[in-house]
């Protein structure tokens, strides 16, 4: 059996386990970069692209998804993509482009290079996740904001279990760099970070070799 598959059964039953002891899990690190993908021909459809702002705050915190942190990311100048219909926000994401930022599910320090910024938490209401909001992210915005902060290419990671996410990811022409193997015990996590080589170096940059079997413990 694959290693991937394995761990993915090993954490759905683990999660089984009350109070959820033990977990394991795998991100995969993606980069994109703005001039990698040509999504023209996208449909209007009444959806509105723009930059968030603290004004959106009611109107995001109705999409259910960590509204009690919402406020943070904008008091911390993050950035903020909101997809509208009418006046209502229908998807978001978030961006960083600050040397690291913790990851907050397992305390993971992302080192944010210099010419990317991270981006994480895009969320899309599942009625309107067959059109192309995501996307429209890529195509309507993120080109603006990493021309405007000078920076070249975006940093993600997506869990090995989210098979749908890494789908749309690889779509838009985001490429695997690197695996991050995480345990957490009681709250305390242990992470090993490994490059990946990359087929295309053409798009994807090459990972220092001295990142390869990076250790981190919280």
Known sequence: MKTGPALVLLQKVLRRIPFGPLDVNCLHCLEYFADSCDQG?????????????????????????????????????????????GDR??????????????????GY?????????????????????????WTRFHTFYLKDLLTHLRRRRVI????????????????????????????????KSVWISKAVERKDKGICSVAPPDAIGAVQIR
């Open 41 to 85: 021909g996208l449909r209007d459809q009444g959806i509105l692209i723009r930059a968030g702002t603290p004004d959106d705050l009611p109107r995001m915190s109705e999409c259910g998804n960590f509204p009690e942190r919402l406020s943070e990311r904008f008091a911390a100048q993050e950035h903020c993509v909101v997809a509208m219909i």
């Open 89 to 106: 926000v229908i998807g978001y994401q978030w961006f960083c482009d600050k040397p690291s930022r913790i990851e907050e599910r397992y």
């Open 109 to 133: 320090t992302v080192e944010i290079p210099s010419d990317a910024i991270y981006g994480y938490d895009a969320f899309v209401l599942p009625e309107y996740r067959r059109a192309k909001v």
């Open 156 to 187: 993600v990671m997506v869990d090995q279990g989210n098979s749908i996410s890494m789908i749309a990811h690889l779509r838009v022409n985001y490429c695997l760099y690197r695996k991050i193997y995480i345990a957490k015990l009681f709250g």
